[in-house]
Each structure stands twice: as C-alpha cells, then as structure tokens.
C-alpha cells in the first residue's frame, strides 16, 4: 500500500540551526499537510500546501517556518533557526484530490539541543 | 474552535472486552476521523465517517456519528493487547481541509 515516508526519522540539532525536515507524499496526492505534536501533547496543524502554495497556516507556523515542494515529489519543512520549544515529533500527510483521507507518516523526531 | 475531545482521556479494560472512546466537536464537519498512534509512532488511519453517515464498520471497530449532538463514538470489539495505543478523533470542516485533532484517548488493554 502506498505510503508518506519522511527522513530523517530524527534529528538532534542545536540551538539556532536551521532544519530541514523531508516527506515524500503519496504520488497521486495534491494536498500536503505538516504536523506537529509536543511530547505527550496533541497533534497541532501547522500548514496545508496545494497547487504549489500554502492555503493555510496556523499561528505555530511563523516566519521560521517555510515549506517547498522543490522537485514535485519532495515537501519539505524548514525551520530557519532552531528553538528548544520546537523539539517534536514532526509528521507529514496528504490527501488525494477526490479523496477524504488523510495519511500520515511516520514522523520526524526533532530534538533541539 | 473546531477540535474533536475526546473522553475518557485514558481506559483501562481487560483483553477481551469491548472498549469504547467517544469524540465531541463544535463546529460542522465533512467528515470526522479516527486515527490510532502507538508510542512514539506515526498516526495511522482506522476509519472515516461522512458527516451524512450515521454509522460505519471496519473489522472489529465501530464508529457511529451524531451530528445534531456533534459526537462520535468508537467502539473495539474484542480487544487485543496490540490495541493498546492512543486513538484520536479529527474532524475536517470540508473535504480537503484540514483536520483538527482531539487530545486524545489512551487505552491500556491489560492481560
């Protein structure tokens, strides 16, 4: 079964790097989403991206934040410079045009240090 | 705000038992979805209710939907050590936005 795949699975960076966090949606899919959840928390949205631009961004997602979809495969997040607060597990998920669910992967665990 | 909660926010029950978590929303949905996360895992799909549906069943989980209260509840028939796991409600307000996820249910099956 077709599957989103995220790399890095984690990553243990310092303070005031930057990130850049990797997904590899389901092919068919035109909608992309990334996620967040805190250690023990909720899953929180941060940004959808269709046709090649955001169409929504939650308050997390600030100017730290950008997404790409640089090769039309690929949809990365980017963190321009690392807090300690970012630490979380970080998931990607897309959802086919006709479709209503949404899939997510894996998850990429980001430790700030 | 549009958030599924879920209740109870943990269950314990015996291997065997049936186990069921209920999930209540405030706005009008599309859909709403439930979704299973092992410790320190991805989130993985379990089923999909429409908001003109009233009921679905996939194997041995229930899901019914009662939009004029905005809950849904999800039930697991027979449960299975491997069941042991959070399990989240998320609702959409339309067919491709986004969802909202509840805080969660954490279920311990015990043996």
């Known amino acids: 079964e077709p599957e989103v795949t995220q790399t890095p699975s984690h990553q243990v960076t310092q303070m005031g790097q930057e990130v850049i966090l990797r997904c590899v949606p389901i092919s068919n899919h035109l909608y992309f989403y990334w996620y967040r959840q805190i250690l023990g928390q909720k899953v929180e949205f941060l940004v959808s991206f269709y046709n090649n631009e955001i169409s929504e961004k939650s308050e997390i997602f600030d100017d730290q934040f950008s997404v790409e979809r640089p090769d039309g495969s690929n949809f990365t997040l980017k963190i321009r410079s690392t807090k300690l607060e970012d630490s979380a597990m970080y998931f990607c998920a897309s959802l086919q045009e006709s479709g209503n669910t949404i899939y997510f992967g894996e998850g990429s665990w980001l430790t700030v240090v | 705000s549009q958030q599924g909660e879920e209740d109870p926010q943990a269950l314990s029950i015996q291997e065997g038992e049936n186990a069921t978590m209920n999930c209540s929303y405030k706005?009008?949905?599309?859909?709403l979805q439930w979704y299973r996360q092992n410790s320190g895992r991805g989130l993985v799909h379990l089923i999909l209710i429409r908001s003109n549906e009233r009921e679905k069943h996939s194997g041995r989980l229930r899901v019914t939907l009662d939009t004029s209260k905005k809950s849904s509840s999800l039930l697991i028939t027979a449960s299975r050590a491997a069941d042991t796991a959070s399990y989240f409600c998320?609702?959409?307000?339309?067919?491709?936005?986004?969802?909202?996820f509840g805080k969660g249910t954490r279920l311990h099956i015990l043996p």
């Open positions: 706005t009008s949905i599309n859909n």
């Open positions: 998320a609702t959409a307000k339309n067919r491709d936005d986004k969802i909202i």
